[in-house]
């Protein structure tokens, strides 16, 4: 039968429903079962596309053996990590701290009845294989320590428990950073570099758009050759990579190899956002044909698979079909070669690499192995014929790839990972000159006002039209952020009401007034053993430094002088983090950057014609610093934005405090 878990809306506590596990979701009654009859807690975190997630799941849970022992011993919760980050962060914090490595999903803890944790691990088998314990006895183990040894685990638990408070950052009056925090930051990302196939680290292989982003401003900020090196060299060698999926476009979370070939294959809404953003302006930067193209496909997937019909986007792609991961974007040549043409499959054998050997368990998961015009030359053909055989080969691929069996997809909309892909859609929108894009964008912003705004305080999650759970930083840092990408694109008065209200929500729920900086979750949320204030860039960025961000810059446009003293306040409690190790930081380097020199917010006033004309001249001259908003006369504006309405456009350029006369000239504003 069903366990407790069969009336939850999670798509990931969905697959464990009917688990011989008697599972609990977090919550109180299985808090206070665990007080009551003084048991210890197995808590397992993970998500819906996560390949080990199902693996253990299939090893462990669905295994009846299994299932007595943790029945017997434990009370069992099962945890979405999308739906919980704020107990995810925890205990992955208590993870490193327990076993002095990084953790990761499945995330498998032990507690004692107060949530304190006592043992950690991530992975573990039914019987003992990859130098790890079997499942069954570890737990027995565990058990016996805490019946037996308890006064060694609570001494433990309670020095877990001081350092996790321990990590709460403090603001150092005497800790002073200078500019050279900039290029000490490049400089550790050129000791990571790797030459031969870019990013920064051996395999596994993460895109790590934060540090992409730093690099990019930075060779906008300091003219620095390097750092716009090693950021276009990455982004080539990411979208000639399997980690892209060459024929459906978007990307894999990451890439098992350090070669960017063979990804674990789930696709994450929040890697997409920010890369989608990445893409659009190495375009912009370079013109290469690559980032147009990835940037594009990108948007073709996520439309055509990611798009709820409210207009949000839905979260993620499993990794898995039919119980073996990745056979959904895989090939033989012969299935290949059956369906091309001789022309179409001699080219696209050489592109996508099917001439070379296997790279996945006996298939081949396509990526750019040569260009085009290599092709082409190698086997004596005019270009243009190679690219119309190329172009027809992957139609007829990814035609026959749609009849197979579709990876599952998690169907919930989470706040947070729509406002990352909302940003980075409506930029790459503006950037890249596809209203239809900033349309959908638009409406994703729509989506979420009208399903996950109530009373003042956002939900951090929609599914099923019923929207749950109490909205962490993230929700509301990433969302404000969006907004003002959003009102770049085409500004709406209920855009820059919403920005408002987020910003005041944010200072009222979520900020310290006296050290600095902002809890990841309300001052209302259910208590737990800790209550982070995380500022570091981990897969997505950190919400404190979004918020600073945001907030940053919503008080240059409005001259409102509280959400600048707090994005101050903020960057001041991490400044001695971010002086240590800045590239872990990099949304907060940003924060510092224009927190030194304010951005250039460029206002555009006049007839919506004339201001789309002049929007569309300036785009090739914007940096990162830039700030533009078109304003059409007729609107309702706040004072700091209400430039006096004229026949004719015009334009105010400010940075800070600081604005020049109004240009009446196109010509003069371009210089």
Request: glycine share 6%.
């Amino acid at each position: 039968m069903p366990n407790r878990l069969a009336t939850e809306s999670s798509p990931y506590l969905l697959q464990h429903a009917d688990n011989p596990v008697d599972w609990y979701p977090w919550g109180e009654e299985a808090l206070e079962k665990a007080r009551r009859e003084d048991k210890p807690i197995l808590l397992s975190i993970g998500y819906s596309a996560c390949h080990w997630c199902h693996v253990m799941a299939h090893d462990c849970f669905e295994d009846a053996d299994v299932a007595v022992v943790m029945n017997r011993l434990f009370v069992n919760i099962k945890v979405d990590r999308e739906e919980r980050p704020d107990l995810d962060q925890i205990y992955q914090s208590a993870h490193q701290l327990l076993t002095q490595r990084g953790g990761g999903w499945p995330l498998t803890m032990f507690l004692a009845p107060d949530q304190t944790p006592f043992f950690a691990g991530t992975y573990f088998p039914r019987t003992p294989r990859h130098q790890l314990p079997a499942f069954p006895d570890l737990m027995e183990n565990l058990a016996r320590a805490w019946y037996e040894r308890r006064g060694e685990v609570l001494a433990q638990n309670a020095a877990v428990r001081d350092a996790l408070a321990r990590q709460q950052p403090e603001p150092d009056a005497q800790q002073k950073v200078s500019d050279a925090i900039f290029s000490d930051a490049v400089r550790d990302l050129a000791e990571a570099f790797d030459p031969v196939w870019g990013g920064f680290s051996r395999a596994p292989k993460f895109p790590r758009p934060g540090e992409l982003f730093f690099l990019l401003r930075e060779a906008q900020r300091g003219n620095n050759g390097q750092a716009r090196d090693m950021a276009l060299f990455s982004l080539r060698k990411m979208a000639s990579g399997g980690v892209r999926d060459q024929l459906g476009g978007g990307f894999c979370r990451y890439s098992v190899d350090e070669q960017w070939a063979i990804p674990h294959f789930e696709k994450m809404l929040y890697d997409n956002g920010p890369l989608l953003h990445l893409y659009a302006d190495t375009w912009a930067l370079t013109g290469e044909a690559l980032f147009k193209e990835t940037a594009e496909d990108l948007v073709g997937w996520l439309l055509r698979e990611m798009r709820a019909p409210e207009g949000g986007f839905y979260s993620a792609l499993d990794a898995d079909t039919e119980g073996h991961e990745g056979r959904f974007y895989v090939w033989t040549p012969d299935e290949a070669r059956d369906l091309l043409s001789d022309e179409e499959y001699a080219i696209a054998a050489y592109v996508y690499g099917f001439d070379r050997p296997a790279n996945f368990e006996g298939r081949w998961n396509p990526i750019l192995a040569r260009s085009l015009a290599d092709v082409a030359s190698e086997l004596g053909v005019p270009e243009a014929d190679a690219a119309v055989w190329l172009s027809s080969a992957r139609d007829k691929l990814f035609a026959a790839r749609e009849t197979r069996v579709k990876p599952g997809r998690d169907d919930k909309q989470l706040t947070s990972w729509n406002a990352l892909m909302i940003s980075g859609l409506v930029h790459a929108g503006r950037v890249m000159g596809r209203p239809d894009w900033i349309k959908a964008a638009q409406e994703a912003v729509d989506f979420l006002h009208q399903n996950l705004w109530r009373d003042g305080r956002l939900l951090a999650s929609y599914k099923h039209g019923e929207a749950r759970l109490n909205a962490y930083l993230d929700d509301y840092a990433f969302l404000l952020d969006a907004l003002l990408e959003s009102m770049q694109a085409g500004y709406r008065e209920a855009d820059m009401a919403w920005a408002r209200e987020l910003a005041d929500a944010l200072l009222t729920h979520f900020e310290d007034p006296e050290q600095g900086g902002f809890f990841f979750t309300s001052h209302d949320h259910e208590a737990l053993i800790t209550r982070p204030k995380p500022g570091y860039d981990n897969a997505t960025p950190s919400g404190n430094g979004v918020a600073a961000f945001a907030l940053q810059r919503l008080g240059h446009l409005l001259g409102e002088t509280r959400y600048l003293d707090a994005s101050a306040r903020c960057l001041r409690v991490f400044q001695s983090q971010l002086a240590k190790q800045p590239i872990a930081y990099a949304t907060l380097l940003a924060v510092l950057e224009e927190s030194w020199l304010p951005p250039r917010v460029v206002v555009l006033r006049g007839p919506a014609a004339s201001l789309q004309e002049w929007a569309t001249a300036l785009m090739p001259t914007l940096g990162a610093r830039d700030v533009v908003l078109s304003l059409p006369n007729g609107l309702r504006l706040p004072d700091a934005l209400a430039k006096p309405e004229s026949d004719q456009p015009a334009a105010w350029v400010c940075s800070g405090t600081s604005c020049q006369p109004p240009v009446i000239a196109l010509s003069a504003l371009l210089n």
